[in-house]
């Protein structure tokens, strides 16, 4: 069965860092691209970024709104990706959700439960 | 590239025919999937390039469309399906979601 599991989430002031983390299990996760998504209270889907995997130099990718503050990165021995979130504003308070790149690489077919940030004084 | 989704809402009764409509700003080849999520859940991926079902989801959901205009049918709604639903194209960085259409019960 196929689980990714988020940590890390919780109130932090405005221009603080914090480190998400997802666990995965249940599939070879050397092969996959993982994606980073977010969803603010009573919103939509907002994609973060992405890490592709081994075969592609695990190069990533960022949302405008994050590239430069948020840093991906991933373990593939400890099966786990990491989100690093620096100079956080308040409008990055979301729901935080680690995410599979699918077999097109162009959706996300399994998605963790997320793990909520808050960014405020 | 903007996803719109209309209707943003629908009231529907169980058995109905539902059919959601996704509009990009410009062309997506068929880079185009459809995600299902509940409160307090994460999404839950049903279709993916436009008309492909997701291994588990039901054939009742069902994916089409091209280039600029995508949809999302549901043959006959059941109890299970109230949900919001979102589409989303990765035809080129960055991916975007559209902004969900709430199905309602009637």
């Known amino acids: 069965e196929v689980q990714l599991v988020e940590s890390g989430g919780g109130l932090v002031q405005p221009g603080g860092s914090l480190r998400l983390s997802c666990a995965v299990s249940?599939?070879?996760?050397?092969?996959?691209?993982m994606d980073w998504v977010r969803q603010a209270p009573g919103k939509g889907l907002e994609w973060v970024g992405r890490t592709r995997n081994k075969a592609n130099s695990y190069t990533t990718e960022y949302a405008a709104s994050v590239k430069g503050r948020f840093t991906i990165s991933r373990d593939d021995s400890k099966k786990s990706v990491s989100l690093q979130m620096n100079s956080l504003k308040t409008e990055d308070t979301a729901v935080y959700f680690c995410?599979?790149?699918?077999?097109?690489?162009?959706?996300?077919?399994?998605w963790g439960q997320g793990t909520l940030v808050t960014v405020s004084s | 590239i903007q996803l719109t989704q209309s209707p943003s809402s629908l009231s529907a009764s169980v058995g109905d025919r539902v059919t959601i409509t996704c509009r990009a700003s410009?062309?997506?080849?068929?880079?185009l999937a459809w995600y299902q999520q509940k409160p307090g859940n994460a999404p839950k991926l049903l279709i993916y390039?436009?008309?492909t079902l997701q291994s588990g989801v039901p054939s009742r959901f069902s994916g089409g469309g091209s280039g600029t205009d995508f949809t999302l049918t549901i043959s006959s709604l059941q109890p299970e399906d109230f949900a919001t639903y979102y589409c989303q194209q990765f035809d080129s960085y960055p991916p975007t979601f559209g902004g969900g259409t709430k199905v309602e019960i009637k």
């Open positions: 410009q062309g997506i080849s068929t880079y």
């Open positions: 995410a599979r790149g699918g077999s097109t690489y162009r959706e996300f077919d399994y």
């Open positions: 249940g599939f070879t996760f050397s092969d996959h691209y």
């Open positions: 390039a436009t008309s």
